[in-house]
């Protein structure tokens, strides 16, 4: 398969491209590409665009940029996820299934029964490093936009200062009397909330019924924190996104 590389510059048809750092030696050292190989290059504002591999130093590779093109992998759903924070290689999981399933915007957040505390120079870390796994995941699976990742916050003032706009809103809940796919159908957008490896409070559960979040269920089985996201957003883009086709 064709390198795909996510470039941080708006890229324009026909430039010439350089590329520098860890990035450069990424392609030269551990993917062994040469001069004349082509590759794909994504800017993260929708489309994907060719490029051949013009010149390459140690640490620069340069790179002639084609026409742009549509990718056409981003999903018409456009699904929020609300995901508590869980340990460390956990929630990396989270955020790379996550954006490979198409997610758009994910937002951690820390709630009561969650092991992870995270303060303002901790949190602004995790965040850059999630930030790093979506892109990854993106150059991987062929996505051009990478979800937006949101800073760490309290679940409570989450709620507090929810963002309007998805058609529905949905929250986990083992044991829920509906199931996941059967809510109700979300015109473009679905927001959906899933609990860190210590599930919700019930204060949490309250709080959700009362920003008018519906109680949903993935089955008779409890999943992990990490395979309850991935199942619920594999259903979610086969019931009403991308994977019906
Ligand atoms: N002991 C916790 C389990 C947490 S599992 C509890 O009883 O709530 C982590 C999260 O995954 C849960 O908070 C929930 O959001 C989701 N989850 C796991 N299995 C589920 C199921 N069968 N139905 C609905 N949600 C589930």
Redesign the pocket.
């Known amino acids: 398969m064709k390198t795909r590389l996510f470039v941080s510059e708006a890229l324009i048809n026909g430039t010439v491209v350089v590329v520098e750092g860890d990035r450069a030696r990424y392609l030269g050292r551990v993917l062994r590409l040469r001069t004349g190989d082509p590759i794909t290059v994504f800017d993260g504002t929708g489309p994907e665009w060719p490029a051949t591999i013009e010149n390459m130093t140690k640490s620069t590779v340069t790179l002639q940029v084609g026409d742009s093109r549509e990718a056409g992998t981003e999903s018409p759903l456009k699904i929020h996820l609300v995901q ?1 924070v869980s340990r460390g290689e956990r929630m990396d999981f989270v955020v790379q299934k996550a954006t490979e399933l198409g997610v758009k915007r994910i937002t951690p957040v820390l709630t009561e029964y969650g092991v992870v505390k995270l303060d303002g120079d901790r949190a602004a870390k995790r965040r850059e490093h999630w930030a790093g796994v979506a892109v990854s995941a993106c150059e991987q699976s062929g996505r051009t936009r990478p979800p937006l990742i949101d800073a760490p916050i309290s679940l409570k003032q989450w709620f507090g200062a929810k963002p309007a706009g998805a058609d529905v809103d949905l ?6 009397g509906t199931p996941l796919a059967g809510a109700t159908a979300p015109a473009t957008k679905a927001c959906i ?8 409070s019930d204060t949490e559960y309250e709080d959700a019924e009362v920003a008018g979040f519906d109680a ?10 990490e395979t ?1 996201a991935a199942a619920a957003l594999a259903i979610m883009q086969s019931v009403w996104g991308d994977l019906r086709k």
């Open positions: 508590g929250i986990l809940r083992p044991g829920a909330l899933v609990g860190p490896e210590g599930g919700f949903v269920s993935l089955g008779p089985r409890i999943l992990r924190t309850a």
